[in-house]
């Protein structure tokens, strides 16, 4: 699993993420079930994912994040990265972001890409 943590802090909030090759829905909840052992990440607000399946389509969770899974979704598809799940990791700061917090996921998401796309 690869991982950059922490990416930010916004307004008190701080973000990491996460990914790795998942080629099922059961490879999927190994990898959030490995990151989750780690108590920090397991105690997130959030850990919000998606995935884009080769032989499928998209798979995602919000995990309370309204709308941040389908953020995750149209990069990876913009990407044409399949058959590997990104999660976003956010410790909420105590200040609401409203709609920068979509900003946050697609910042998260682009420092992720840059760094293991081709790994």
Known sequence: MHQINPVFTDRGSKYAV?????????????????????????????????????????????????????VIVRMLEREGLTDHVVVVTRWFGGTKLGGDRFRRVQDAVRAYLDRFAGS
């Open 18 to 70: 996460s990914g790795g090759p998942a080629r099922s829905r059961a490879e999927v909840d190994a990898l959030l079930k490995t990151l989750k052992r780690d108590r920090k990440f397991a105690k997130a607000t959030h850990n919000t994912w998606a995935v884009l399946f080769s032989d499928g389509g998209p798979l995602k969770g919000d995990d309370g994040e309204a709308g941040a899974g389908m």
